[in-house]
């Protein structure tokens, strides 16, 4: 009988990307998890930017302790959805792989995805991410070229499945794709899953329900958290700002200065106190 644990993983390039409020962070429980169950060989990503998804997948490669091979494929300089950026990313990338994952097995493909084409034999790949340009003949496209590397048993994400606006076209593709083989999450803009075996399809909805509100639920907490610490800095901001304005009021109300303009203003009182101050 088919079995799924999960994981409560510790997500180490977060130290230096932080990514709380990317649409894919919302997915990357889930992606962990896929990875630890079903074990690839081989994995490719076709679209990476900053890399939320693609070290969601090294970090369960490095916990599993397998050589799994992990292959990103993008230009690193955007596109019309993502837009468009200099090499500051590709660079910040190349970091987070140096600083958290140089024992494992990855491979950047900064080329055209499908100048990357003849790099994998077909039925060679297992898990491929499809997150590259977003119109419906570019994502269309991608799945055409890419279908045959994936092995019999692979499984194919979509990114945005449920974003219906602007040119956005990855939903158009899912609807035609059957459904007796896929399952789809909705939060964090949409996330298709497509099988290309028929049992394992099967064996995977059985979950369907469950995940679509468990992987959302520890999403929305985690906005929900973050949001709190957020709001809680702004507060401490305020009140430390607040704080800095009243000793600065204090410095000026106990200046010399400020006695001279309180004497000029106020003689008679100035008198009265030296009188005062004379007797005792």
Known sequence: MFSWKYYDPSFEYEKKFQDVFWPWAGHKRFAYDLIRNSKPQKIVELGTHKGTSFFSFCQAIKDLGTNTELNAV????????????????????????????????????????????????????????????????????????????????????????????????????????????????????????????????????????????????????????????????????ISFQLNQKNKELERIHNSLLWKIIWATKNPKRLIQKKIFSSRN
């Open 74 to 237: 993008d230009t690193w300089t955007g596109d019309q959805h993502s837009g468009f950026y200099d090499d500051s990313v590709y660079y910040a990338v190349k970091d987070i792989q140096k600083s958290y994952f140089s024992k494992i097995n990855i491979k950047l493909h900064r080329k055209k995805f499908d100048d990357t084409l003849t790099s994998f034999k077909d039925d060679s790949i297992d898990l491929l991410h499809i997150d590259g340009l977003h119109t419906y003949s570019a994502v269309k496209h991608d799945f055409d070229s890419w279908y045959k590397k994936v092995n019999k048993k692979g499984i194919i994400l979509f990114h945005d499945t449920n974003v219906k606006t602007g040119d956005f076209g990855v939903y158009r593709l899912w609807q035609e794709l059957k459904d007796n083989v896929k399952i789809e999450f909705y939060h964090s803009n949409g996330l298709g899953i497509l099988f290309k075996d028929q049992e394992q399809a099967e064996n995977m909805r059985s979950f369907q329900k469950h995940w679509q509100q468990y992987y959302a639920s520890l999403y929305e907490n985690n906005i929900l958290k973050n949001r709190l610490i957020e709001k809680n800095k702004e507060n401490n901001k």
